[in-house]
């Protein structure tokens, strides 16, 4: 019966069915018996999924609906939100996953029975993996948080604000801060921990996908299961989270090294503590200022890792939830550009042990906060905007930082590196000076070099070899050779100046001539041949022909025919697979994309395939071939793979190409123009036939591509010029 309060718009109904939203629209106006809207408002309804299956099935447009798509519909239906399913989904995953056999015992019965069995049980499990407490706990424990933060606050601590908005530091007039020791291998409580057992009554309305995901689990795995609805969620709802990408996350653990404690005061969806290489005897804290990404982190790493986990809720700049903690490592990618971190309440605050944060430099804060929190010898790894560098207000701090020997690198990162994706951020790596004299010398490296033309981020690869190398030669003899336009270590006296300016790219050689005199001698003769090839390729004079009214058939009737099969492109998948983006198709360029590392099946490509863009209004498609084969397919891309005993790719390709065709296909009713591709139309015509059109097509295609290279060496061409020019590294005659 609670399955029917599952439901879906016209969106989801679209994606149950494979086609666009125009397509839901139609039938809403041609079939009386269609499905009436059951919430939501009048511009964007809502309809029970039940109802909504039914009638695909009854239509004959659905034959089944996949598990997982089913279980998805029922957690973003949920009567209590996604987050709240997502929460009581990971509790029992957890569950299945560490005691399968009670989770069979439990689930026996009614729904009833389940929700009023589960609570004590997952209190049994959960609550030694994450620290979780019961409902009523809860509220005694978040009760004591509020009499102790009062009582801190006449001593102008901070006072506990769980706000998710706020995420900063503060500090003035400098106070040396001797911390507490904190045992090695004792675990830090936390005052207000991130998970509560569910109650009964509050399971109650889950049990049907509580099922559903048991199910799905016995098929994927408890692990993979939650890694794919939680990327689902995260997907589905870009604009409310700031994620990191995997491959910073795991440059950034790196970085920072084995540790038997690693804190993340920040932790977001938890991508910098999964990074870690964790083993059981490993503690990992995490904390964030919002309820529900505090949650869904500890459960999220509590079946990442056989590990201890401890989760927080509270804003930690002004509400530590472990204020005793000295971790070995701290890992944390802050909010940027924060201006309500709590500077004025915060002013005498203890961390401030290198000087209070002006208003203006939240990230100095997040730094301190790191520092404090880390034992002595321990590596704190930040990510960072280039502002916090060299920004006058923080001069003093960051003087005071190298002086101790605290900050030890400063690496920039490549453009698209990390959101916001159009400037390259900074990492810092930090370590809490001990008795040991403090190191004269800083590492400063710059891998922009590394920067890629595709949205798929930068060479990751290449980056992680050059700082990692870099780093690790540094750390061990507390100095390096120069590396030109790579890195080098640059004496703490020269740094401090009036600006303690430490951008990497103002304190390192400029990198060997790559476009001297040789080598644009070289650009300039690829591009003499590839002009002559383009000559050779330009098509022959276009003959007239008679207009031929071809009966037409389109892409829809095709794949339900068994002609072609249709697949879209993921959300996520292995993050060692390349992929295919949007932009890659449009550029003509190789796969230069990266999708968020999870569990959700990839879509990959093969040689004959078809591919076409659904945003950007471009009649543009791209025939995989050999080179191009294996890339996973990504967003907003459909995959087209025809039966070579009844379609040519190239005839395929070439007639969705044309802009008449594609005219009629495109949506136009948002800001961005949308492609059905089921709405594409393509000739009826023999095998035969099709293959004469397929090697014009295939000819044009050629043509294009030497265009293509054409445009980019002569650009390469033109920036050696004027580089070798203005370095003194070409002649001007």
């Not at 039966?643 to 296909?665: E, H, I, K, V, Y």
Request: proline letters at 9%.
């Amino acid at each position: 019966m609670q399955d029917n309060a599952t439901e879906v718009t016209a969106a989801e109904i679209a994606r149950l069915a494979g086609v666009g939203r125009a397509a839901v629209s139609n039938w809403r106006r041609r079939h009386a018996d269609f499905p009436k809207p059951v919430g939501g408002t009048e511009t964007s309804p809502s309809f029970a999924l039940v109802e909504v299956e039914s009638w695909l099935r009854h239509q004959g447009k659905l034959a089944e609906v996949p598990l997982r798509e089913r279980v998805w519909q029922q957690l973003a239906g949920h009567p209590e939100g996604p987050v709240t399913a997502l929460t009581h989904a990971g509790c029992v995953l957890l569950l299945i996953h560490d005691r399968p056999t009670v989770w069979l015992e439990v689930s026996a019965g009614s729904d009833e029975r389940l929700a009023a069995m589960l609570p004590g049980t997952l209190e049994q499990v959960i609550g030694p993996r994450v620290g979780a407490v019961s409902a009523s706990s809860a509220v005694n424990a978040a009760n004591a948080a509020n009499v102790a933060n009062t009582a801190k606050a006449a001593n102008l601590s901070p006072a506990v604000n769980t706000s998710p908005a706020v995420h900063a530091p503060p500090g003035r007039a400098p106070a040396v801060h001797t911390p507490t020791v904190h045992t090695p291998g004792a675990q830090a409580i936390p005052r207000a921990p991130a998970l509560h057992v569910p109650s009964g009554p509050e399971l109650l309305p889950s049990a049907p996908l509580l099922r559903g995901v048991a199910e799905l689990a016995a098929e994927m795995g408890a692990r993979q299961t939650f890694e794919f609805l939680i990327g689902r969620h995260l997907d589905a709802n870009p604009r409310q989270y700031t994620l990191t990408p995997t491959e910073l996350a795991r440059l950034m653990a790196d970085l920072a090294g084995a540790a038997d404690s690693v804190l993340d005061p920040a932790c977001g969806t938890g991508t910098l503590l999964r990074a870690v290489a964790a083993r059981p005897d490993q503690q990992l804290y995490a904390q964030d200022s919002a309820p529900d990404l505090a949650a869904l982190t500890a459960l999220r790493l509590a079946l990442h890792t056989r590990a201890t986990v401890r989760g927080a809720i509270g804003d930690t700049l002004r509400a530590d939830a472990y204020p005793e903690l000295r971790a070995e490592a701290v890992l944390c990618h802050p909010p940027f550009n924060e201006r309500n971190w709590g500077h004025d309440e915060l002013a005498y605050d203890p961390r401030w042990e290198y000087g209070f944060p002006a208003r203006n430099e939240s990230e100095l804060a997040w730094v301190q906060h790191a520092l404090a929190r880390l034992r002595d010898g321990g590596t704190a790894v930040l990510l960072m905007p280039p502002a916090s560098a060299s920004r006058r207000s923080g001069r003093r701090i960051r003087a005071d930082l190298l002086r101790r020997g605290a900050l030890r690198a400063v690496v920039a990162l490549p453009v698209g590196a990390a959101p916001p994706y159009n400037i390259p951020l900074h990492v810092w790596v930090l370590r809490r000076p001990g008795k040991a004299p403090a190191q004269p010398e800083v590492l400063l490296a710059d891998v922009g070099q590394f920067a890629t033309e595709g949205r798929g981020g930068p060479d990751w690869r290449a980056v992680r070899e050059s700082v990692l190398d870099a780093w690790r030669d540094f750390d061990r003899a507390g100095t390096l050779d120069e590396r030109p336009g790579l890195a080098r270590s640059v004496p703490v006296i020269e740094l401090l100046d009036d600006d303690v300016d430490l951008a990497p790219a103002r304190h390192l050689p400029p990198p060997p001539a790559a476009d001297g005199a040789e080598a644009l001698t070289a650009v300039r003769e690829r591009l003499g041949e590839t002009l002559r090839l383009t000559a050779d390729l330009t098509p022959p004079p276009a003959e007239a022909a008679q207009v031929t009214r071809w009966p037409l058939t389109t892409v829809g009737e095709l794949a339900r025919g068994g002609a072609l099969l249709l697949r879209t492109g993921g959300s996520g998948g292995h993050a060692r697979v390349p992929v295919l983006t949007d932009h890659d198709v449009f550029a003509g360029t190789a796969p230069s994309g990266a999708l968020p590392e999870s569990d959700e099946e990839a879509v990959l490509t093969e040689p004959g395939d078809v591919v076409l863009p659904v945003l950007g209004g471009g009649a543009v498609t791209r025939v995989i071939d050999e080179a191009t084969g294996g890339a996973a397919l990504g967003r907003n891309l459909v995959l087209l793979r025809p039966d070579p005993a009844s379609l040519d790719p190239w005839f395929l390709a070439g007639f969705l190409r044309g802009t008449a065709n594609n005219r009629q296909a495109s949506s136009y009713a948002s800001t961005a123009t949308r492609l059905d591709v089921r709405r594409l139309q393509l000739p009826r015509l023999p095998l035969d036939e099709q293959r004469r059109y397929g090697a014009r097509f295939r000819a044009l295609d050629e043509f294009e591509r030497a265009l293509r290279h054409a445009g980019r060496l002569g650009e390469q061409l033109v920036r050696g010029m004027y580089d070798g020019l203005t370095d003194g590294t070409v002649a001007p005659d």
